[in-house]
């Protein structure tokens, strides 16, 4: 009597081929087996009695095991279990097994030597790349990183590690820490300090301090990398063949690489506007935190949190800053978040230009200036104005066009440039996968590309062959888990959206804010609760300082499914920023008053 | 205050950053009467609440005349009688005079002064252990004056030991003198207006002098019942601490008469809680639901030069109840980013969790020492309200670059022995 089996889709079909192909080239010995089975209980003592290490997938333990067991057939014309792969070899079931065992034909092929220089090559050693790398490392495999930065259009270029340490989260940050330093400047002198009136900000001492740290990142990674016994290749790798990568170092000579496996993890570098004079006379981040002079009056085109970040500090550092932005600012953020930020960021002087978009040439005004011509997206209205800096922050673009992917088949989205992968970040190439912000869908963050190349060097070397479960949470940066509230859409048959939310919100004045005499009404706390699901917390939106601090351990709280009620329940710190999440009282849709009081 | 202590940081370190700053002075007055004028602010704030919501607000002295019925007496001595259906005594504590000590009452000042003091204190000994003795001698170090903290024996006796001593380990680092296992024998006034302070050291007997400018006593604090009469209504208290005596509906022995607050035995004296507890109180009176209070897993930060975040039990405490054998703690050495640029020493920047070992190991306590970290601790307190797991916590995608993420990055347990230091970015 035959099983039903189910109907596979041929997109599940290919996919599933792929994920079986890929586990048949990445393990010496693969018995597709069933726990009760006796005869896969022979096979299994037969490998463990040669002391030879196997990798098993039990069919009865999966749930897809019967779509297994059909694509399996596809590939060896054999239905049943066990089925024994050894070095990609299909050997076949238990009977064939053994008789090969007998013959010494099973020693031969378990004699072979793995053909390639390393079980895993990954090109691209930023956060994703490096994590994996070490991880397969840790696992005793043998793996190299490629990694060497092709300059900016104006010659900057850095270390290993990717752009998190050298042109990221770290100096962003770090920069960013420069700027309020400035503010409790001004603080410190209603809290008593004696601070002359004008502090004025040097910018090369600045980015000394901060490259300095940056490159002791790039020495440590390396370090940990040599430890680790990773190779680690300061080139440029690109396909071209199957499992062969040349890899081209900054004085041009080649060398070429075989593996069993590949991880593509090179990331993404900043868009330019495509208009002319564009990467002649514009920065972008890739250049903005080693730049040598200070940028002055600089002009930010962009919408992002890129683009709101670096306008923030720059303004925070004494400079002139304006931002043009084409349309919605901080696009897929909570837009009254968004708006909040922008009125923050007014308030301390930043210029928004909103709907306009910078037109065909950029080019020299006097000496030292940059003139922009801009014009409105939204009529015919012009406007000119003179920078010393432009800085681009309108997008980042994926690193896959110039690394020979065309000559392996890893399938890439044309439109975006990113490369889909399965839920086990493999691409259309079975050996191949893809981490961190290259891949389509992936949130573009480091601690997600990080915990993604761990869990996927386990997967590929940690013998264990499962999913991935659990969902990886958005948090961002200044607004966090979000949830965007629903434009309220009327309809006469089913209910609004919002109606099944209920929003808490409120203004709050922070402790350290009230004699620094600074604003009682900027900052702003709002959660988002789901009515359907007793009001479980599903949004949380924090706009003041330390919202990462903050927004961190509210994170971990509502993936243990916080409510409004726990937060009514939990005893809030006194005084704290973060404390006000435990009070709050005012809806949105009750209409009432939330401004704070004053000095 | 502490907050003005943190600026004076924050002005050193902006010089590293490219602020062309010199260290400046500090202006005591300054800084005294901004504080002093928010905290009036706040005062004004209160009295126009009170109004608002037609709360009857008398500026008297009240006690008990029977079960019933109170006598309230105004600044001028007038007495007014008043009675009412319940009674709540919220009248809080105030801080102890050693009095055993010659000169302590005469010469010493406490927490209720040092924040209205109009001229710096100049060269002060804080006398004590707690969290204020240690949060006041923070500050004025940082202030730019010479400090020194006094001791008897360990340091934050309630909080997590090893969290305590780092706590000290790092005021030490920084400018505070710490005199442990000494207790102060007498305080004299010197001809030039200074103070002599002589003390002994326990272990070694041998006794010592010292001059400062102000002495601050934060040796506990005594609640605020010994005017109240309660004899006169029947209200409890515990002979040794002299606390009012309450049960889970904040009841006292005379069933409509109510304690909340650092008055009441065996709560936290702790602000939220007492607000929390209030408010349902009065929910409850009202018959608008029989909420309790839960006086569980309360988070708290101390406000010391590093600060000190906590939720649930210390490691010593977890240990006691479940056994060393079922409790695993997590543990790391981080450095915040903001300090390395300033280089800063971050070696007590330490977060430790306290789970149960069996899975999913339950939190039973998350211990966070570094800046902000009133901030950090307030969302996990709410996880472990939710009964977050290590597991739930370890799944928590980070926010990069804080402090905070790092406990969501928490991976080396104190049993497996390995070095905790955070490395990598």
Known sequence: MSAAYPRLSSAAREELRRRLLGLIEGHRVVIFSKSYCPHSARVKELFSSLGVDCNILELDQVDDGA????????????????????NKVHVGGCDRTFQAHQSGVLQKLLQEDPTYDYDLIVIGGGSGGLSCAQEAAALGRRVMVLDLVVPSPQGTSWGVAGTCVNVGCVPKKLMHQAALLGQALTDSRKFGWECSQQVKHNWETMTEAIQKHVGSLNRSYQRALREKAVAYVNSYGEFVEHHKIKATNGKGQETYYTAAKFVIATGERPRYLGIQGDKEYCITSDDLFSLPYCPGATLVVGASSVALECAGFLAGLGLEVTVMVSSQLLRGFDQEMAEKVASSMQQLGVRFLRKF?????????SPGKL?????STEGTEMIEGLYNTVLLA???????????????????????????????????????????????GQTELTPVAVQAGRLLARRLFGGRLEKVTGTVQLVQKLSSLYKEEPVKRRSPWTPTLASLLQVYHTLFWPLEWTVACRDS???????????????RVIGFHVLGPKAGEITQGFAAAMKCGLTKQLLDDTIGIHPTCAQVFTTLETTKSSGLDITQKGC | MHQAALLGGMIHDASHYGWKVAQPPHDWGKMAEAVQNHVKSLNWGHRVQLQDRKVKYFNFKASFVNPHMVCGVSKGGEETLLSADHIVIATGGRPRYPTHIEGALEYGITSDDIFWLKESPGKTLVVGASYVALECAGFLTGLGLDTTVMIRSVPLRAFDQQMASLVTEHMAVHGTRILRGCTPLRVERLSDGRLQVTWVDLASDKKDTGTFDTVLWAVGRVPETRGLNLEKAGVRTNPNTQKILVDAQEATSVPHIYAIGDVAEGRPELTPTAIMAGRLLAQRLCSRSSDLMDYDNVPTTVFTPLEYGCVGLSEEEAVARHGEERVEVYHAYYKPLEFVVPERDASQCYIKMVCLREPPQLVLGLHFLGPNAGEVTQGFALGIKCGASYQHVMRTVGIHPTCAEEVAKLRISKRSGLDPTVTGC
């Open chain 1, 371 to 375: 003139k922009v011509v801009a014009k």
């Open chain 1, 357 to 365: 978009v910078p037109l065909q040439q950029l080019e020299k005004g």
């Open chain 1, 67 to 86: 779509s297994v067991q059909e694509v399996l057939s596809e590939i060896t014309n054999q239905r049943t279990v066990p089925s024994i792969f050894v």
């Open chain 1, 394 to 440: 309108i997008g980042r673009d994926s690193c896959t066009k110039k690394i020979g992917l065309e000559k392996i088949g890893v399938k890439v989205n044309e439109k975006t440039g990113k490369i889909p992968v399965n839920d086990v970040e493999q691409s259309s190439v079975p050996y191949v996968y893809a981490v961190g912000d290259v891949v389509e």
């Open chain 1, 521 to 535: 009404n900027t900052c702003y706390a709002k959660i988002i609760c789901s009515k359907l699901d007793n009001d």
